[in-house]
Nanobody, 126 residues
């Protein structure tokens, strides 16, 4: 059973930066796609960025492209999301996820991720 723990959220002014972290434990994730999603109240969970098993491939949603960087430390089973030039519309809860069922691929859709973290709140003030 994989556990994911996010950290790094908080309150930041518009234009500022945050670095989110997601540490995995309890199971092997080193062959798995991992991702950051976010979900605003009343809206569907939205993919922010995803990264393949070795960090060699990444994907970003249009809403964060150019402002976010996803990376992973294989030795620590941890992924990161560096977000710059934050906007008030980035305010929401950010979730980390891992797809342990597909090896060496990259997963884009929320239903295909089988483990999720509890989420970390990001609030951007204007």
């Amino acid at each position: 059973q994989v556990q994911l723990v996010e950290s790094g959220g908080g309150l930041v002014q518009a234009g500022g930066s945050l670095r989110l972290s997601c540490a995995a434990s309890g199971g092997a994730v080193n062959e798995s796609s991992m991702a950051w999603f976010r979900q605003a109240p009343g809206k569907e969970r939205e993919l922010v960025a995803t990264i393949n098993w070795n960090g060699g491939s990444t994907y970003y949603s249009d809403s964060v492209k150019g402002r976010a960087t996803i990376s992973r430390d294989i030795t620590r089973d941890t992924i990161y999301l560096q977000m710059n030039s934050l906007k008030p519309e980035d305010t929401t809860v950010y979730y980390c996820a891992v797809d342990t069922r597909i090896h060496f691929g990259m997963t884009y859709y929320a239903p295909e991720y089988d483990y999720w973290g509890q989420g970390t709140q990001v609030t951007v003030s204007s």
